[in-house]
């Protein structure tokens, strides 16, 4: 009879620090959307806060996927949903740290970044971040759903949980 594995393996960090950065930084860059309408500073604050900590969780989740990746990868049958995925979590980390970085250098006391150029600029980053991240998601639950990666499959007759 066939042992369940330890749920703690390496691949499964990933998953579990995935979903962290999607929350943050939708809802992030959907502060920032409402601070253009509403100049209140809760929403711009609030959207520089929860993109610092979306952010952090991001660049976690991409260290999680690099550990995953060496396991899962000669596991699945289409290793290329993989590399893309893969990808795709790059440039979502690079656009949204751009756009960190724009409204960071907009909140300090630098006046040419105050006007609404840089803005939108910042806005148009964390737009292709959002869209980037949602595709990311979207290759990530192929990957899990579709080719099982990082899923223990049990027995046809389940006698492991027995």
């Known amino acids: 009879m066939e042992e369940i594995p330890d749920f703690w393996r390496t691949e499964v960090f ?3 620090s995935v ?5 943050l930084l939708v809802v992030a860059f959907l502060f920032k ?3 253009l309408k509403y100049s209140r500073e809760v929403w711009e604050r609030g ?3 929860l993109l610092i900590a979306g ?8 260290f999680t996927g690099d550990l995953a990746d060496g396991i899962v990868s000669r596991k699945i049958c289409d290793p290329t949903i993989l590399k893309e995925h893969e990808n795709m979590a790059w440039a979502t980390a690079w656009f949204f740290s751009a756009g960190l970085g724009v409204d960071l250098l907009r909140q300090l006391k630098y ?9 939108l ?10 869209g980037t991240l949602t595709y990311t998601g979207h290759l990530g639950a192929s990957l899990v759903y579709q080719q099982a990666a990082g899923v223990y499959v049990p027995s046809q007759d389940c ?4």
């Open 55 to 62: 952010l952090v969780t991001l660049w976690i989740s991409v």
């Open 33 to 35: 959307v409402v601070a």
């Open 47 to 49: 959207g520089t806060v």
């Open 19 to 23: 979903h962290f950065p999607i929350a």
């Open 121 to 130: 600029i910042m806005i148009l980053l964390l737009a292709t971040g959002t």
């Open 14 to 16: 990933h998953p579990l």
């Open 111 to 119: 006046p040419i970044f105050k006007n609404m150029f840089f803005r």
């Open 159 to 162: 006698a492991e949980f027995e």
